[in-house]
């Protein structure tokens, strides 16, 4: 018996067999022959996901999604050091686009001292950064004259709870939530690598994770 799908994944597996079909009708369209030749499914090293795992990544999807469309809290002020994207849209002016920009800007040329800086990223202009200021904090580390750096102490992964993961550059609840599902399945991380195989973390997260989370 097939487990049930809530609205939003039958809505995805509606649009994902529409892509299909179109696809295939576009492909009859171009080369007759096609529909004579016997399909065979391309080579991958990459394991076909579970329903389990596609569930799951549906369910991270629409809880960034509720993250992005959340409005700002009174007060409430957001570090573009370390938020992710989708808490990053929730700024004023901020959209998908800009959000995602903003944490490509810092993983390649490192963090922002002060809002200011921010114009660094394309599509963020001076009026732009001054509607920002209000609601944004910036976590320094900066290194005094002779003295030590103030650089928190590694997080690992394989014992932190959801408030430590949370504290690491580009993890938000989706994605400390699904950090902790998959390590929860897997019996732990091997290394930091591994991180690539959970739902919603990419590269660049990886990346803003060096020297701030651990394996051990």
């Known amino acids: 018996m097939f487990p049930r799908l809530n609205r939003s994944e039958r809505r995805s597996l509606r649009v994902a067999t529409l892509l299909v079909l179109i696809g295939s009708g576009v492909r009859l369209a171009i080369d007759p022959e096609a529909a004579e ?3 065979m ?5 990459d394991p076909t996901p579970t329903l389990a795992e596609t569930r799951q990544a ?9 993250v992005a469309e959340s409005p700002l809290g009174p007060g409430e002020r957001i570090d ?3 938020a992710p994207a989708e808490q990053l849209e929730r700024l004023p002016g901020i959209g998908p686009a800009k959000s995602f920009a903003i944490v490509e800007e810092r993983d390649r040329h ?3 001292r002060t809002p200011e800086d921010l114009a660094r990223v394309p599509g963020i202009g001076p009026s732009l950064v001054a509607r920002l200021a209000p609601y ?3 976590r320094r580390s900066p290194v005094s ?16 709870d959801r408030s430590q993961l949370l504290a690491l550059p580009g993890i938000g609840p989706a994605r400390a939530d699904s950090i902790l599902a998959y390590r929860e399945r897997q019996g732990g991380f091997g290394r930091l690598e ?20 651990v394996i051990r």
């Open 145 to 160: 004259a002779g003295g030590p750096t103030d650089t928190p102490q590694p997080v690992d992964i394989n014992r932190a």
């Open 37 to 39: 030749v016997t399909w």
């Open 194 to 213: 591994q991180l690539l195989e959970v739902p919603g973390i990419g590269a660049a997260v990886l990346r803003g994770l060096q020297g701030r989370a």
């Open 136 to 138: 944004l904090t910036l």
């Open 41 to 45: 499914p391309a080579a991958s090293s």
């Open 110 to 112: 490192g963090p922002y």
């Open 80 to 82: 573009p050091n370390t």
């Open 58 to 66: 549906v369910a991270d999807g629409l809880a960034a999604r509720a």
